[in-house]
């Protein structure tokens, strides 16, 4: 089925639907947004004698909700032009606008009369070829579709999204059993290709597959809370990173996505799934509903099972009992905080699993429940394990789904656990154990495959062709070679890879070192190099804790050997023989984005939060950042012979330490040229790097030519040095803030030279240097990197 998709249109302008029109403009689809028509005038419309015919007030519920989009936070959109994408109107005098959309999403409040009213009032405007679909957490996709036209239903099915729609990766398909397989494999498609999202088939149950598992989970652990007498805290403390969950860990989790919500999908399970073997356990306990009816939603409300406190960072802890918010208390478990230095999670669960203290007590009540549910929902929810642990990763940020961790604790010993608790396995479980397996998940022919419900059958495990495992790759005898810090993988077709592997893949000598190797081993064997690397994200930045504690011993030569290295290794990626292309990730902050502006391309991920921040630290970038970025803007001049305006642009964007909050901004900042690129779906950024090194090689690549650089001399220097006299004596910078500017302005305009002149990239790379050495000298640039390390926070001094 050919199926562009020129035009979207969504009905309901709620959070969600607002959310779900921005993703899509982020993917540069054009979108309608339709609301219902108020029924009350605001005090403004009265104040300006508008009617209940107006289109202002009409539309108003619409409009509202595409502002509210700028907003929020996180961002849902990579940048505010993209606003320009989505047009507005009513569910009253604009259905006949649904002509125009190709595919038409229903995204209105989770309940079913509602949902059903709105998508037969639909349906007669949508072409004969336009896809219709229901964004629900778990509704009944076939009560929908009964209602609709014969013809349409074979066009229907549901796309559940997860909120915050860009920022979460998973997509649930579920089609009914009219749904045309054409259609659902084309919108799987256009949901992985164009949306960038992890696509999961569900079947239609209540709650799909990641809400009835995750959700399940959440529920557990409640009950452990109870029974154990943990707070609140604790419990946080006991299930994010520790079980090799997100940060939010279940209470932070629920204050994200509503209190309301969370009561909806529990009940919805507790009404719809009477075979559910643990659909007691849905029933939402007392104090969730009290805080519903109280109007404690989480975040969206400004209070849930925490709150910030107005004008501090104080977080505050609800106390459930009385709904009264309390200082929070510290959660200290030995168990957790030995196992913070564990890096593979896996190994981090069992080990805290595997102990006698309370927390690993705590640990396993909370976890073995959930290994139960998702092994006996199997052939239910899902068709296989591996759909059930994708849709978890993606839809809950574990870090392994629920049969992953199993294997991680042992797949037998966990079985007789499970089995001495007293907790159900079902017979697909059964047969495995008879049959004498060791694991889940198995190796077969070189391709992994994972359990399904029918006794003894495992399936091919899903795999993204343009996806690479650096792990599976290195275990294939392709890592060229390798330091503490970093490594060389072979990519296939002639492109080497310099991956990046420290901790926070930091920035250090073995870094370095393993860059000029790279560059050298490019040149006499491949065709191209590619820098990447699979970490959270792609570089912090550089060994701050080695340059204080150099500085503070003293050791000036040293430090100036480091930064003679860094320079080094990015010239040397610039002037590399063979193309060099970077495809960042996540944070590339300070030394992570100067290696990308070495590269000769860019294709990034759309999530790269990109920025040369040293002037926190109270230094300037001294790896080449200060130039690389200089000249990016003044090639961009409109007027060469104007300098000025590059010098400001670079100045205020290295001054005040700009991070882009996308792929997109980092364009408009310059950390991205016109020509780099991007992937929405951020796991295929190397592969399409890997695409851009070999299209520039076969082009015939050359090394880019040594040219002068423009530069405005003392005239800028002056220039920039007013403009930090006025916000010192506004009280908008310190005088330390002045002093490093000044720093900075010195390095831009090329030094102590009449203006304007040129000098070459070499001088003015001595001028980074020798700057960052001169402020790392001083007292307060040390206090402000030993604030980065401690709190991970700037200091203002």
Same mark, same amino acid.
């Given at each position: 089925?050919?199926?562009?998709? +020129?035009?979207? *249109? !969504? /009905?309901?302008?709620?959070?969600? &639907?607002?959310?779900? @029109? #921005?993703?899509? %403009?982020?993917?540069?689809?054009?979108?309608?947004?339709?609301?219902?028509?108020?029924?009350?005038?605001?005090?403004?419309?009265?104040?300006?004698?508008?009617?209940?015919?107006?289109?202002?007030?009409?539309?108003?519920?619409?409009?509202?909700?595409?502002?509210?989009?700028?907003?929020?936070?996180?961002?849902?959109?990579?940048?505010?032009?993209?606003?320009?994408?989505?047009?507005?109107?009513?569910?009253?005098?604009?259905?006949?606008?649904?002509?125009?959309?190709?595919?038409?999403?229903?995204?209105?409040?989770?309940?079913?009369?509602?949902?059903?009213?709105?998508?037969?009032?639909?349906?007669?405007?949508? +072409?004969?070829? *336009? !896809? /219709?679909?229901?964004?629900?957490? &778990?509704?009944?996709? @076939? #009560?929908?579709? %009964?209602?609709?036209?014969?013809?349409?239903?074979?066009?229907?099915?549901?796309?559940?999204?997860?909120?915050?729609?860009?920022?979460?990766?998973?997509?649930?398909?579920?089609?009914?059993?009219?749904?045309?397989?054409?259609?659902?494999?084309?919108?799987?498609?256009?949901?992985?290709?164009?949306?960038?999202?992890?696509?999961?088939?569900?079947?239609?149950?209540?709650?799909?597959?990641?809400?009835?598992?995750?959700?399940?989970?959440?529920?557990?652990?409640?009950?452990?809370?109870?029974?154990?007498?943990?707070?609140?805290?604790?419990?946080?403390?006991?299930?994010?990173?520790?079980?090799?969950?997100?940060?939010?860990?279940?209470?932070? /989790?629920?204050?994200?996505?509503?209190?309301?919500?969370?009561?909806?999908?529990?009940?919805?399970?507790?009404?719809?799934?009477?075979?559910?073997?643990?659909?007691?356990?849905?029933?939402?306990?007392?104090?969730?509903?009290?805080?519903?009816?109280?109007?404690?939603?989480?975040?969206?409300?400004?209070?849930?099972?925490?709150?910030?406190?107005?004008?501090?960072?104080?977080?505050?802890?609800?106390?459930?009992?009385?709904?009264?918010?309390?200082?929070?208390?510290?959660?200290?478990?030995?168990?957790?905080?030995?196992?913070?230095?564990?890096?593979?999670?896996?190994?981090?669960?069992?080990?805290?699993?595997?102990?006698?203290?309370?927390?690993?007590?705590?640990?396993?009540?909370?976890?073995?429940?959930?290994?139960?549910?998702?092994?006996?929902?199997?052939?239910?929810?899902?068709?296989?394990?591996?759909?059930?642990?994708?849709?978890?990763?993606?839809?809950?940020?574990?870090?392994?789904?629920?049969?992953?961790?199993?294997?991680?604790?042992?797949?037998?010993?966990?079985?007789?656990?499970?089995?001495?608790?007293?907790?159900?396995?079902?017979?697909?479980?059964?047969?495995?154990?008879?049959?004498?397996?060791?694991?889940?998940?198995?190796?077969?022919?070189?391709?992994?495959?994972?359990?399904?419900?029918?006794?003894?059958?495992?399936?091919?495990?899903?795999?993204?062709?343009?996806?690479?495992?650096?792990?599976?790759?290195?275990?294939?005898?392709?890592?060229?070679?390798?330091?503490?810090?970093?490594?060389?993988?072979?990519?296939?077709?002639?492109?080497?890879?310099?991956?990046?592997?420290?901790?926070?893949?930091?920035?250090?000598?073995?870094?370095?070192?393993?860059?000029?190797?790279?560059?050298?081993?490019?040149?006499?064997?491949?065709?191209?190099?590619?820098?990447?690397?699979?970490?959270?994200?792609?570089?912090?930045?550089?060994?701050?804790?080695?340059?204080?504690?150099?500085?503070?011993?003293?050791?000036?030569?040293?430090?100036?050997?480091?930064?003679?290295?860094?320079?080094?290794?990015?010239?040397?990626?610039?002037?590399?023989?063979?193309?060099?292309?970077?495809?960042?990730?996540?944070?590339?902050?300070?030394?992570?984005?100067?290696?990308?502006?070495?590269?000769?391309?860019?294709?990034?991920?759309?999530?790269?939060?990109?920025?040369?921040?040293?002037?926190?630290?109270?230094?300037?970038?001294?790896?080449?950042?200060?130039?690389?970025?200089?000249?990016?803007?003044?090639?961009?001049?409109?007027?060469?012979?104007?300098?000025?305006?590059?010098?400001?642009?670079?100045?205020?964007?290295?001054?005040?330490?700009?991070?882009?909050?996308?792929?997109?901004?980092?364009?408009?900042?310059?950390?991205?040229?016109?020509?780099?690129?991007?992937?929405?779906?951020?796991?295929?950024?190397?592969?399409?790097?890997?695409?851009?090194?070999?299209?520039?090689?076969?082009?015939?690549?050359?090394?880019?030519?040594?040219?002068?650089?423009?530069?405005?001399?003392?005239?800028?220097?002056?220039?920039?040095?007013?403009?930090?006299?006025?916000?010192?004596?506004?009280?908008?910078?310190?005088?330390?803030?002045?002093?490093?500017?000044?720093?900075?302005?010195?390095?831009?305009?090329?030094?102590?030279?009449?203006?304007?002149?040129?000098?070459?990239?070499?001088?003015?790379?001595?001028?980074?240097?020798?700057?960052?050495?001169?402020?790392?000298?001083?007292?307060?640039?040390?206090?402000?990197?030993?604030?980065?390390?401690?709190?991970?926070?700037?200091?203002?001094?």
């Amino acid at each position: 089925m050919t199926w562009p998709v +020129r035009r979207i *249109a !969504v /009905l309901g302008g709620g959070v969600m &639907g607002g959310a779900i @029109a #921005a993703q899509f %403009a982020n993917a540069g689809v054009p979108s309608l947004v339709l609301d219902i028509v108020p029924r009350e005038l605001t005090p403004a419309e009265q104040a300006l004698g508008l009617g209940f015919a107006d289109r202002r007030v009409r539309d108003r519920l619409a409009v509202d909700a595409v502002r509210a989009l700028l907003k929020q936070k996180p961002a849902p959109l990579f940048s505010e032009e993209r606003l320009a994408l989505i047009a507005t109107g009513n569910l009253e005098d604009d259905l006949p606008r649904l002509r125009e959309a190709d595919w038409v999403i229903e995204v209105v409040k989770e309940d079913l009369d509602i949902k059903i009213r709105v998508l037969t009032a639909a349906a007669p405007h949508l +072409r004969p070829d *336009a !896809v /219709l679909s229901s964004n629900t957490s &778990g509704l009944s996709l @076939a #009560a929908m579709a %009964a209602a609709l036209p014969a013809p349409l239903r074979a066009r229907f099915l549901g796309t559940h999204f997860f909120n915050p729609p860009r920022y979460m990766r998973l997509v649930e398909m579920i089609p009914t059993a009219d749904t045309d397989p054409a259609v659902l494999a084309a919108v799987t498609e256009f949901g992985a290709r164009r949306l960038g999202k992890g696509i999961v088939p569900a079947r239609d149950t209540p709650n799909f597959i990641a809400n009835r598992v995750g959700v399940h989970a959440m529920m557990a652990t409640v009950r452990v809370m109870t029974e154990l007498g943990l707070t609140i805290e604790e419990i946080d403390a006991l299930t994010g990173p520790a079980l090799a969950r997100p940060r939010t860990a279940t209470f932070r /989790l629920a204050d994200l996505v509503g209190l309301d919500t969370l009561l909806h999908v529990a009940e919805n399970v507790q009404a719809a799934a009477p075979e559910d073997e643990c659909r007691d356990l849905f029933a939402p306990p007392d104090f969730l509903r009290r805080m519903v009816a109280a109007g404690l939603l989480g975040r969206k409300s400004g209070g849930g099972f925490y709150r910030k406190e107005k004008g501090s960072d104080e977080i505050l802890t609800l106390d459930l009992d009385t709904l009264a918010y309390r200082p929070q208390k510290s959660a200290q478990f030995a168990e957790i905080e030995a196992g913070k230095a564990i890096a593979d999670p896996g190994a981090r669960v069992l080990a805290l699993v595997s102990g006698r203290g309370r927390a690993a007590q705590a640990a396993w009540k909370v976890l073995a429940p959930t290994l139960s549910y998702a092994a006996m929902r199997l052939g239910g929810i899902a068709d296989d394990a591996d759909a059930i642990d994708r849709a978890i990763r993606w839809g809950f940020n574990w870090e392994l789904g629920p049969f992953e961790t199993w294997d991680a604790l042992g797949f037998r010993p966990t079985a007789e656990r499970l089995r001495a608790d007293g907790l159900p396995l079902p017979a697909w479980v059964d047969a495995l154990l008879a049959a004498g397996a060791q694991s889940l998940y198995t190796e077969i022919d070189g391709v992994r495959h994972g359990p399904t419900a029918v006794a003894g059958a495992r399936a091919p495990v899903w795999s993204d062709p343009r996806v690479f495992d650096f792990a599976r790759l290195r275990g294939a005898g392709r890592e060229v070679r390798r330091n503490p810090g970093a490594s060389l993988i072979d990519l296939g077709d002639g492109v080497l890879a310099l991956e990046f592997h420290a901790k926070m893949n930091v920035i250090g000598q073995d870094t370095l070192t393993m860059t000029l190797a790279a560059c050298d081993e490019a040149e006499r064997n491949w065709r191209a190099l590619v820098v990447a690397n699979q970490g959270d994200n792609f570089s912090a930045g550089a060994n701050l804790a080695l340059l204080l504690q150099e500085a503070i011993e003293g050791n000036w030569s040293d430090l100036d050997g480091i930064v003679r290295l860094f320079q080094r290794a990015t010239d040397r990626l610039e002037q590399c023989a063979v193309p060099v292309v970077v495809a960042p990730h996540g944070l590339a902050l300070g030394g992570g984005c100067e290696f990308t502006l070495a590269g000769d391309a860019v294709h990034a991920a759309a999530e790269t939060y990109i920025g040369l921040v040293e002037f926190g630290a109270g230094v300037v970038p001294a790896g080449g950042g200060c130039l690389r970025l200089y000249r990016r803007h003044v090639a961009l001049l409109p007027d060469p012979g104007d300098l000025y305006p590059a010098l400001r642009r670079t100045f205020e964007t290295i001054g005040l330490a700009r991070v882009a909050t996308s792929a997109e901004e980092a364009r408009q900042l310059g950390f991205l040229r016109p020509q780099d690129g991007w992937s929405m779906d951020g796991a295929q950024r190397i592969a399409a790097a890997k695409d851009r090194a070999l299209a520039l090689a076969n082009a015939g690549y050359a090394p880019p030519a040594a040219a002068p650089v423009p530069v405005m001399g003392r005239a800028g220097v002056a220039l920039i040095e007013t403009v930090l006299y006025n916000l010192e004596a506004a009280g908008r910078a310190s005088a330390h803030d002045r002093k490093v500017g000044r720093e900075l302005a010195r390095v831009l305009s090329g030094g102590d030279v009449p203006g304007p002149t040129t000098i070459s990239a070499r001088h003015l790379l001595d001028l980074e240097r020798e700057a960052f050495l001169r402020l790392l000298g001083e007292r307060k640039t040390l206090e402000r990197i030993q604030s980065l390390l401690r709190t991970g926070k700037p200091l203002r001094n």
